[in-house]
C-alpha cells in the first residue's frame, strides 16, 4: 500500500488530496508511479507529463524521478514551492 | 492558534520552528532571543509580507497552503545545515499557513550570533531554502479570480549560491 | 532624548537617520515602516548588540562616541549610495551614542523593499559601512580599567567586498 | 585658521578635543599638516608617526594624506572607526 498525496495546483486538478494505492507490479520509483497514474487519462495525463512542473517527495524528502518507491511509503506530488 | 513545530535547546543557543495561522510579533520575538543570552552581538532577521500587488494585479487575500510533517522536517533540517556552516546562536523560524491579507505577515526568520557575518549569511540562506525548497504554496485572490503562484527563476538562483 | 539626524521621504520609501543616546524599539520602528506602504514584500534588519564579553574580557559599560555634523552627512550619503546600487523603499538607521550597558542595543538598520535580495543586500552594504567608514569608536571598561576598541581586520575585508 | 579636532583615543592621548590654529606657511595638505603637529614632540610626535593607525577628515569628509587643508577648513584626527 502506498499513501499517496497531492498539494496545491495538483489537488484542484487532480480533485483529490490523499488516495491509498495497492502497490501496482510495475512501479518500482517516482517515475513509475507516475506513468502507472498517467494511464488514468484526462487530468492525470496532462498533470503528470514529463515537463510538466511537478515535485515529489518520498516519506517527507524531496525525491528525484529514480528516487526508489517501496510498499508502506508515503509519496507527495505538487508544484514547484512558493513560500516564505 | 494552531501551531506545530519543534524547539531544540544547543550549548549556543535554540532553534526554534513554528508552522501557524496565527500572525506574529516580530519584535517581541527578537526581544525574547536577545533578552536570554548576553554573548548575542548580532541579530539579523527578515520579514516577508504579502504585498497588495504581485505581477501587476491586485491581491485581496491569499491562502498559504503547506505539506504538514514535511514542512517541520525539512525546516529543522535546513537549521541544522545552517548551524553547520555558520557559528550561530540562535534560529527562529516562523512560517503562517492559512488566510493572509495584504500587508500582513508570512514569514519571519531571525538568526543571532557573537559577529554579524554569521546571522547575515545564516538569515539570507534560510529564506533562500524557504523560498525554494520547503513546501508551502501560496494561492492569490484577486478581482480576476484566483490563482496558484508562479515560483520565481530568481529564486532557484538565489539557492543555488549556497551550494 | 538628545537626538540628531535626518528624514527625507522619496516617491517610493522613506529614509531616516537618527544619532541618539536613547534605546530604540525595534519591532515598533519595523512595524511602523510596514504600516506606511502596501507595496512592502521584505523587510530585512539588523540589531548590533553590547556582549558582556569581548576579546575575552568582561565588558561593564561602553562609551560610543561619534563625530557630531560628519556622522549624520557620511549615514546620508552611504544611505543615497544603496538606493543607486538596489531597488529599495524605506532605509532606517539608528545609531546610539553615550553609555550603553551589556545587552543593550547599539545600531539597527532596517531596509524595506518588493523582494527580499535587494532588502538583505543593502543591510548588510550599511552594516559594513557602519563598521568601516562612520565616524563612531568604542571605549570599554571592563574590570581592568577602560580602553578603546581597536578597529577589525575582518570588518575592512567585508567592506570591501563592496568595491 | 583651521579649526582641529581629535576624537577618540587621540583626544585621550593628546589632551584635547579641539583647537584653532593659524594655518602654517608650509601646511598644504593632511600630511604636511600631520608633520607641523608632529612637531610639538611627545605625544605628539608618537600618536601623530607615519604608520600609526590614525584616519583624518577635511571639513566631515575622510581624507587621504595629500587631500589639500586650505584656510578655513575643518580637519579632523582620528583612530580607525569600531561603531556598528
Not at chain 1, 32 to 45: H, I, P, T, V, Y
Not at chain 2, 112 to 132: I, P, Q, V
Amino acid at each position: 500500500m502506498l499513501n499517496v498525496l497531492y498539494f496545491a495546483r495538483l489537488k484542484d486538478a487532480l480533485g483529490r488530496d490523499a488516495e491509498q494505492i495497492d502497490l501496482p507490479h510495475d512501479v518500482r520509483d517516482v517515475s513509475s508511479l507516475m506513468a502507472w497514474l498517467r494511464l488514468r487519462g484526462d487530468a492525470w495525463e496532462r498533470e503528470l507529463q514529463p515537463g510538466r512542473a511537478v515535485r515529489a517527495a518520498v516519506n517527507q524528502d524531496m525525491a528525484d524521478p529514480d528516487t526508489p518507491v517501496r510498499d508502506g511509503d508515503e509519496v507527495a506530488f505538487f508544484p514547484p514551492v512558493t513560500g516564505g | 492558534m494552531n501551531a506545530t513545530g519543534s524547539s531544540a535547546r544547543t550549548a549556543a543557543g535554540q532553534t526554534s520552528v513554528r508552522v501557524q495561522t496565527a500572525d506574529f510579533d516580530a519584535g517581541r520575538e527578537i526581544a525574547a532571543l536577545r533578552a536570554a543570552n548576553p554573548a548575542i552581538g548580532a541579530v539579523a532577521s527578515f520579514i516577508g509580507v504579502c504585498r497588495d500587488l504581485n505581477d501587476g494585479a491586485a491581491v485581496e487575500e491569499m491562502v498559504l497552503e503547506h505539506y504538514p510533517g514535511m514542512t517541520e522536517k525539512s525546516l529543522a533540517r535546513i537549521a541544522a545545515e545552517a548551524r553547520e556552516r555558520w557559528d550561530l546562536i540562535d534560529i527562529l523560524i516562523i512560517h503562517r499557513v492559512g488566510r493572509i491579507l495584504p500587508t500582513e505577515q508570512i514569514v519571519l526568520v531571525v538568526v543571532t550570533s557573537a559577529h554579524r557575518g554569521e546571522s547575515f549569511a545564516a538569515c539570507e540562506y534560510l529564506m533562500d531554502y524557504l523560498k525554494t525548497r520547503a513546501p508551502f504554496w501560496k494561492k492569490e485572490h484577486t478581482p480576476d479570480g484566483s490563482r496558484w503562484v508562479d515560483a520565481r527563476a530568481s529564486d532557484d538562483a538565489a539557492a543555488d549560491r549556497w551550494k
